[in-house]
């Protein structure tokens, strides 16, 4: 027979110095009411236990434990404990009054963060489980719905009520016991395993697949269904789910989220290195001026390369004759141009001209792009690129002159475009991408200042 629902406690209700006025969240442990401090005269939050648990000295010890575990981490994104008390024999704690939304409520709400949005608030979740970790404690239950963001953009980590000393406590896991939300579980939590920070890393990596796609990764089926997966099956790809997405998205995760534990991040120091790496950033486009200068500087690189084949391939002592010179010529120009344009964005992020300058192939957020969309800049910067493997002899005069204005045509385009939209190509236009500083500018680092995204949701 299950346990009725516990009543809330009538407004007005007195816990020591504190007076409670309306439920605003509960769960299997207690209910969390907004009160008024009369000491301090502020607004917070008191929790209380619920009642069915008042004759359970483990559940009491649980309970005490989460604000103790709470009140050792002292760090802006995790939710401040103020007192710790009983009244009447019924146990309760209060702490800080978070205005704002869970992360589950404006996904469910409003869909799929914004990509800079949610890295911005998994960094803040890192930094406050970092600080958790630090003091000792791993917090067990990360999860969309345990983390609350306000309508500042800061973001607050709560609810410890399942968090484990790091050191052995009475509250520690045992091997056999299961603790967790199934849907947001490492797979050593599934197997009733000791836990380490490298959990909430795990966990960490599930919510962050659920801000970026609006779903759960291994959501859905039984209970058992649900735990298998989360030890056995791999992670799916948001960025297939989302295509905005940079591609490399999912190898962070993937990292993450890593069943052995052996191989995901040891910290939340270097968590916050790889969502760093991912954090959209502030884009500076390049001129015309230096982008024109980066293409002469990679035709020249490509007639030097061309010399040196003609060159070495027409020596007397390696006479290669003119159709089969002509195909290596043409082979060998189609490879480098494709290298040093797709290749080296792909690896390095610009072209020789490019790197030269300090340039580099950017999405509007300042990430990189995936390889769909560079090969797709390539063809349509080098239309043309296909008859390159035809040989000079092959292709008639006529050919090569309609050829060869054609790609003219398209660099002009390139730059009515580029003025005609203060600052962007064709290529740029039609892929998405642009040439941007790899770092501003003297001129323009003194006045840019990146803003901290901020989310308007309302409490």
């Known amino acids: 027979m299950t346990s009725p629902e516990p ?152 609810d410890f009520g399942l968090a484990k000393s790091m050191s052995g406590d009475p509250g520690a896991t045992h091997v056999g016991n299961l603790v967790g939300t199934p849907e947001f579980m490492s797979p050593e939590q599934c197997r009733g395993q000791p836990v380490d920070a490298r959990t909430d890393v795990y966990t960490l990596g599930l919510t962050a697949f659920w801000l970026l796609t609006g779903e759960r990764p291994f959501g859905g089926g039984s209970v058992g269904a649900m735990l298998d997966a989360q030890m056995n099956a791999p992670l799916p790809s948001a960025a297939a789910r989302r295509p905005d997405l940079p591609a490399r998205v999912d190898d962070v995760l993937a990292r993450l989220t890593a069943k052995d534990r052996e191989r995901r991040p040891e910290s939340m120091r270097e968590v916050l290195s790889l969502l760093e790496d991912l954090r959209p950033r502030a884009v500076h486009p390049a001129p015309l001026t230096a982008r024109a200068i980066a293409l002469v500087v990679d035709t020249v690189a490509f007639a030097v390369v061309g010399s040196a084949v003609v060159t070495g391939a027409a020596q007397p002592d390696a006479y290669v004759p003119g159709a089969l010179l002509g195909a290596i010529v043409s082979l060998v120009t189609f490879a480098v141009v494709v290298a040093s344009q797709y290749g080296m964005e792909v ?39 296909p008859f390159i493997l035809v040989p000079d002899d092959v292709l008639p005069d006529l050919a090569e ?27 740029d236009l039609l892929t998405g991408t642009r040439v941007a500083y790899r770092a501003p500018p003297a001129a ?16």
């Open 401 to 427: 002159y309609i050829v060869g204005y054609f790609q003219l045509g398209v660099i002009a385009a390139g730059v009515i475009t580029y003025l005609a939209t203060r600052g962007r190509t064709l290529s």
């Open 7 to 158: 009543r809330p406690l009538l407004p007005g209700t007195r816990l020591a110095h504190y007076v409670l006025r309306t439920p605003i969240g509960s769960g299997s442990m207690g209910t969390v009411y907004e009160a008024h401090d009369t000491a301090l005269d502020r607004t917070v939050a008191v929790k209380v236990v619920n009642p069915a648990l008042v004759g359970s000295p483990e559940a009491l010890d649980r309970f005490l434990h989460e604000a103790r575990a709470a009140a050792r981490v002292s760090h802006d994104r995790v939710t401040h404990i103020h007192f710790v008390g009983t009244d009447d024999g019924r146990p309760f704690y209060a702490m800080e009054l978070v205005p704002g939304r869970t992360l589950e409520e404006i996904v469910r709400a409003d869909g799929p963060l914004p990509f800079a949005t949610a890295i911005d608030v998994l960094r803040q979740a890192a930094e406050g489980l970092g600080a958790a970790h630090e003091a000792g404690f791993v917090h067990r239950d990360v999860k969309p719905s345990n983390l609350i963001l306000r309508p500042d953009g800061g973001l607050k980590v709560t």
């Open 347 to 385: 690896r390095f992020g610009g072209s020789l001209g490019k790197l030269l300058l300090g340039l580099e192939v950017v999405r509007d957020d300042g990430t990189r792009p995936g390889r769909r969309a560079l090969l797709a800049r390539l063809l349509v910067r080098f239309p043309t690129i």
């Open 444 to 459: 323009a680092r003194g006045n840019a200042a990146e803003r901290r995204p901020r989310n308007a949701a309302k409490a």
